[in-house]
């Protein structure tokens, strides 16, 4: 498999080269950072609405959606891209992800 040279291309080799099972559905979370703590309940019910099936996680410096899908990179992108859209107006902005 290839991947673009970026950081998402990146964590995609490291996970290859560390044996991941790609063919199977896996635990994907999304880091949402949000800037103004007074938005970030706003930041929130934002990305619940856009993966109303997702589990959400508060974390001390962003929150977490995690996702159960196949690991693929158009996936990854698209998903970063959809969050930040949608959480943009309240200071959000999805720029990292992992495995668990």
């Known amino acids: 498999m290839s991947w673009p040279n970026d950081a998402d291309g990146d964590v995609f080799r490291s996970l290859q080269a560390d044996g991941f099972d790609?063919?199977?559905?896996?635990?994907?979370?999304?880091?949402?950072e949000v800037k103004d703590p007074e938005t970030w309940g706003d930041a929130?019910?934002?990305a619940v609405?856009?993966?109303p099936d997702a589990g959400i996680g508060e974390e001390e410096t962003h929150f977490v959606?995690?996702?159960?899908?196949?690991?693929?990179?158009?996936f990854v992108v698209a998903t970063q891209k959809k969050l930040t859209d949608v959480t943009a107006a309240h200071g959000g902005k999805c720029n990292s992800w992992?495995?668990?």
Do not use: H, W
């Open 22 to 32: 790609f063919s199977a559905p896996a635990l994907i979370d999304f880091n949402v």
């Open 44 to 46: 929130v019910d934002a």
């Open 49 to 51: 609405d856009a993966f």
């Open 98 to 100: 992992s495995v668990s």
């Open 65 to 74: 959606v995690q996702v159960s899908a196949p690991l693929t990179y158009d």
